[in-house]
């Protein structure tokens, strides 16, 4: 049996790991970071060529499964993966960790998108702790603020005027949030709804320090198709698809 991994995320490297080497494995990440973590199996790198590159791909390779595991907001590989799978008749699960929910406390302010999180920064003060990756930063590159960009790589401009990088990678402690927050004396939070525990203590942090949170909401995702919380669910699944012969 032959699964193909959409991947990049902590799941799907977790997936990999309990599926290889009794199942042939591929994980394709992206390549938008400069050293991934490389999952169990084998790995490509690179895109496909929107959903007929991949649907090609899926029958010269001979997939019987695919998991879509990309991060939440990787809306367009979501739906290309979606329309690949249903071309070229592979079944496809979807790998979704849960989001964040708000607990009594927490100073949440929902938006849609990064140009609406810019938006809402409006009288929470100067100085705002932005951890949304370093693309998109374009849409608070006119705000007065002063930011401090929190990302794995580099961020792409255009970003900020009064901007500080801090290249760094997960997962962090409550006790490293609570000093940085402090130590920047951060007004306000800006994160999107990631999920997942490795980056949940800057959430803990914020509330304890009585701080705004900008949160930006998931974008839809393909409607009709599967979803697992856990890598382990998704095991399941997969060995389900290989007790019935693919």
């Known amino acids: 049996m032959h699964v193909l991994i959409l991947g990049g995320t902590t799941e799907a490297r977790a997936l990999a790991g309990l599926l290889h080497p009794r ?51 990787a809306e367009r590989i979501s739906f290309n993966a979606a329309a690949a799978a249903a071309t070229a008749h ?30 809402a920064l409006d009288g929470f003060g100067d100085r705002v702790f932005l951890t949304t990756g370093r693309m998109g930063l374009a849409s608070f ?15 792409e401009a255009p970003m900020p005027a009064r901007t ?20 920047h004396r951060i007004d306000v939070l800006v994160t999107k709804d990631s999920g997942a525990a490795a980056t949940a203590p800057k959430l803990t942090a914020a509330r304890e320090a009585g701080i705004p949170v900008v949160v930006v909401r998931r974008p839809p995702a393909p409607a009709g198709v599967p979803t697992a919380a856990t890598a382990e669910e998704a095991a399941v699944w997969v060995g389900a698809r290989e007790r019935a012969g693919g």
Do not use: M, N
């Not at 849960?98 to 009594?104: A, I, L, N, R, S």
């Not at 500080?164 to 130590?183: I, K, M, N, Q």
């Open 90 to 119: 592979v079944p496809l699960l979807a790998l979704r960790r849960p989001g964040w929910v708000p607990v009594d406390g927490d100073r949440w302010h929902e938006v849609a998108s990064l140009d609406g999180a810019a938006a």
């Open 23 to 73: 199942v042939r494995v591929t994980s394709s990440l992206a390549g938008r970071v400069a050293a991934p973590r490389l999952p169990a199996g084998e790995v490509r790198i690179g895109g496909f060529g929107g959903p007929e590159g991949l649907a090609a791909w899926l029958r010269e390779h001979a997939v019987d499964a695919v998991i879509d595991a990309t991060h939440p907001f």
């Open 141 to 155: 590159a006119a705000r007065p603020e002063w930011f401090l960009v929190r990302s794995v790589d580099a961020p």
């Open 164 to 183: 500080e990088v801090l290249l760094d990678r997960g997962p962090f402690t409550l006790d490293g949030e609570r000093a940085l927050l402090a130590a």
